[in-house]
């Protein structure tokens, strides 16, 4: 029962990250905005709120109600990678600074930020967020939660990036800054 309780702790501090997140791809946005930037539509971004929100109401009415079993090997290796997941995305909103937003918006003519964590991976912060979503659940058992949001994710994740990328094309120089980079294998060299 502790290690439900627990659970339920970690679920709530990641509840309040996403919710500070808001807040910060609010601020930013409307900076950007000011500069020149310019949304593109059709960026899914309701559809990864709602996926986002579903996936946290399911991992706890599977946890408490199905009566997941905690088991320590299971929930210590969902929890590096979840902190794995958690440091890719802090990465990436630090490399990007006052360009991190949740809807895509890009300052035509602006060269793309290639420095960071973004010197090694393309999309840093959506494998960050596709660890979360798969090893977050395992901390206690929730291997429902982790399968069927994973496959979701993986969906929705290739239309928003391939949005991104067009994006990031038509205004910036990414198709030349990325053309040898990986979208989630680090590049080594």
């Not at 997140?21 to 000011?34: D, F, P, V, W």
């Not at 946890?63 to 958690?86: D, S």
């Not at 798969?134 to 901390?139: Q, R, S």
Request: charged share 15%; hydrophobic share 50%; glycine share 6%.
């Amino acid at each position: 029962m502790l290690t439900k309780f627990i659970f339920t702790g970690i679920v709530a501090a990641v509840v309040l990250q996403r919710l500070v997140e808001l807040g910060i791809s609010k601020r930013n946005a409307a900076y950007i905005l000011t500069q020149g930037g310019r949304e593109h539509g059709d960026n899914l971004l309701n559809l990864v709120k709602v996926l986002q929100v579903n996936w946290l109401i399911a991992m706890m009415v599977e946890v408490w109600g199905l009566n997941r079993p905690f088991i320590p090997e299971l929930a210590t290796f969902a929890l590096i990678v979840t902190i794995a997941g958690q440091v890719l995305r802090y990465l990436s909103m630090q490399a990007l600074g006052w360009r991190w937003t949740l809807p895509i918006i890009t300052v035509p003519g602006a060269p793309v930020v290639n420095t960071g964590i973004y010197h090694y991976l393309r999309h840093p912060n959506w494998l960050g967020v596709t660890l979360e979503i798969a090893a977050l659940p395992l901390i206690h058992g929730a291997y429902l939660t982790a399968i069927g949001f994973s496959v979701v994710n993986a969906f929705v994740m290739s239309q928003r990036i391939q949005t991104e990328e067009s994006a990031l094309s038509q205004d910036n120089n990414y198709a030349s800054a990325f053309v040898e980079r990986s979208r989630f294998v680090p590049k080594i060299w």
